[in-house]
């Protein structure tokens, strides 16, 4: 056996002996532009890979070349068409580009991001010559250094959006030196804050996922695999499925004109159905993140960093955490407790019982005037997230700090 798998290695070598002179050869030579391949998820943009990739795309800055990477499945695929360059991760020409690619930018930190060839990787050792930039899917509020350190996933630019993360990202558990972190905001803050936000009378839930739930990943696209029957047994389903169903919220939004709309996480996506909506409740299992923030008044979460750009816009919010001795105390989570404090830090109330988080849904709804966030989680807004210099947006500031990375 041990020689059949050498002698098959020996042959994938010797097949990619023409490519790996290809792309060394390429790399000595002098190129206009570098290739910078972008993403968020591999079927879904709508986060901050897109928000700079539109950026580069309509500024292009000298010397760089980026492309978009989304399957073409994504519902996504035809808009960024129009933006720019857009490649199939699945495609010959997606892997030609990863050899040659000098920044690989991305809000997620999947492998499938940073390596290209799955169980062939080792035949392709020594040839990437890319640095990784770390956008983020949202602010780290915990202690993520367990997956996250520079052992791990050897960052080269880890961005953050306010100085209190950026300190937790500098403590030794991580292992990163300062000019590897950088405080500019998320790209997608730049398209909060323009001044499009329309509220209807709509209330958005943003329930994140559990880690304790999932029994897998699958190994091609790094998917969780979820066991159905011990979901719906959880205290996760349970209590989500009180709120969806409570009739005093129903009769609320009935008298008010409010809708409910209740976004699954994308990693929990498949299981949306599992959720019962109704005339008023609207369960989702694919959303764009942009309009929901422009028409949500009022939002709720567990402990979803998706919160953050609600916040941000100083729309009125609360937090749901049932099992917050679980997550944030018992480490079943993928992260530990960090700096930030719901109670001390949060931007809304904190509620461990459905019939109390649906009172306060129902106060907020029955306000005279337009919902707003309370004058105190306004000041934490303030005293929270990173400011940039008036007139510059946070893909400026990203962007002379990616291009910046050869001077270091």
Same mark, same amino acid.
């Given at each position: 056996?041990?020689?059949?798998?050498?002698?098959?290695?020996?042959? /994938?070598?010797?097949?990619?002996?023409? &490519?790996?002179?290809?792309?060394?050869?390429?790399?000595?030579?002098?190129?206009?532009?570098?290739?910078?391949?972008?993403?968020?998820?591999?079927?879904?943009?709508?986060?901050?890979?897109?928000?700079? %990739?539109?950026?580069?795309?309509?500024?292009?800055?000298?010397?760089?070349?980026?492309?978009?990477?989304?399957?073409?499945?994504?519902?996504?695929?035809?808009? *960024?068409?129009? !933006?720019?360059?857009?490649?199939?991760?699945?495609?010959?020409?997606?892997?030609?580009?990863?050899?040659?690619?000098?920044?690989? !930018?991305?809000?997620?930190?999947?492998?499938?991001?940073?390596?290209?060839?799955?169980?062939?990787?080792?035949?392709?050792?020594?040839?990437?010559?890319?640095?990784?930039?770390?956008?983020?899917?949202?602010? @780290?509020?915990?202690?993520?250094?367990?997956?996250?350190?520079?052992?791990?996933?050897? @960052?080269?630019?880890?961005?953050?959006?306010?100085?209190?993360?950026?300190?937790?990202?500098?403590?030794?558990?991580?292992?990163?030196?300062? $000019?590897?972190?950088? *405080?500019?905001?998320?790209?997608?803050?730049?398209?909060?804050?323009?001044?499009?936000?329309?509220?209807?009378?709509?209330?958005?839930?943003?329930?994140?996922?559990?880690?304790? &739930?999932?029994?897998? %990943?699958?190994?091609?696209?790094?998917?969780?695999?979820?066991?159905?029957?011990?979901?719906?047994?959880?205290?996760?389903?349970?209590?989500?499925?009180?709120?969806?169903?409570? $009739?005093?919220?129903?009769?609320?939004?009935?008298?008010?004109?409010?809708?409910?709309?209740?976004?699954?996480?994308?990693?929990?996506?498949?299981?949306?159905?599992?959720?019962?909506?109704?005339?008023?409740?609207?369960?989702?299992?694919?959303?764009?993140?942009?309009?929901?923030?422009?028409?949500?008044?009022?939002?709720?979460?567990?402990?979803?960093?998706?919160? %953050?750009?609600?916040?941000?816009?100083?729309?009125?919010?609360?937090?749901? /955490?049932?099992?917050?001795?679980? !997550?944030?105390?018992?480490?079943?989570?993928?992260?530990?407790?960090?700096? %930030?404090?719901?109670?001390?830090?949060?931007?809304?109330?904190?509620? $461990?019982?459905?019939?109390?988080?649906?009172?306060?849904?129902?106060?907020?709804?029955?306000?005279?005037?337009? !919902?707003?966030?309370?004058?105190?989680?306004?000041?934490?807004?303030?005293?929270?997230?990173?400011?940039?210099?008036?007139?510059?947006?946070?893909?400026?500031?990203?962007?002379?700090?990616?291009?910046?990375?050869? /001077?270091?």
């Amino acid at each position: 056996m041990k020689k059949v798998l050498h002698e098959k290695g020996f042959t /994938q070598l010797v097949s990619i002996a023409p &490519l790996r002179l290809r792309t060394l050869a390429r790399r000595m030579l002098p190129s206009r532009r570098e290739v910078w391949l972008i993403s968020d998820r591999l079927l879904k943009a709508n986060d901050s890979g897109e928000c700079l %990739f539109a950026y580069l795309s309509r500024k292009k800055p000298a010397g760089v070349k980026p492309y978009f990477v989304l399957e073409k499945g994504s519902p996504d695929y035809a808009r *960024l068409k129009r !933006v720019g360059h857009v490649v199939d991760p699945n495609s010959r020409k997606y892997r030609k580009l990863f050899l040659v690619a000098k920044r690989v !930018v991305s809000s997620s930190f999947d492998p499938h991001v940073y390596r290209c060839f799955g169980s062939e990787e080792r035949y392709y050792a020594g040839l990437y010559g890319f640095s990784f930039v770390f956008l983020q899917h949202g602010v @780290i509020k915990d202690d993520m250094s367990r997956i996250l350190s520079k052992d791990k996933k050897n @960052i080269a630019l880890f961005v953050t959006s306010a100085k209190r993360e950026r300190e937790s990202i500098l403590s030794p558990a991580y292992g990163y030196r300062p $000019e590897e972190v950088l *405080l500019c905001g998320l790209p997608r803050f730049d398209l909060r804050l323009q001044g499009n936000s329309q509220p209807e009378k709509k209330i958005v839930i943003f329930p994140t996922w559990r880690n304790s &739930l999932v029994s897998g %990943f699958e190994a091609n696209t790094d998917r969780a695999i979820i066991d159905t029957a011990n979901l719906q047994k959880s205290d996760y389903y349970r209590n989500w499925s009180k709120v969806l169903a409570s $009739e005093k919220l129903e009769v609320a939004m009935k008298e008010t004109g409010y809708r409910l709309v209740f976004a699954m996480h994308p990693g929990f996506s498949e299981i949306a159905h599992l959720f019962k909506g109704s005339d008023v409740v609207n369960v989702l299992e694919g959303f764009d993140y942009e309009i929901l923030y422009e028409t949500g008044s009022v939002f709720v979460t567990d402990y979803s960093t998706a919160i %953050f750009d609600a916040a941000l816009l100083k729309k009125p919010l609360a937090y749901f /955490q049932f099992d917050r001795d679980e !997550v944030i105390e018992g480490g079943s989570h993928i992260t530990k407790r960090g700096y %930030f404090d719901f109670q001390e830090d949060g931007f809304g109330p904190v509620f $461990e019982e459905a019939d109390d988080l649906v009172d306060w849904l129902c106060e907020a709804m029955h306000e005279a005037s337009e !919902v707003r966030m309370d004058s105190v989680y306004e000041r934490r807004v303030d005293d929270f997230f990173f400011v940039p210099p008036k007139g510059v947006p946070r893909c400026e500031l990203l962007t002379d700090a990616v291009m910046g990375l050869e /001077q270091r």
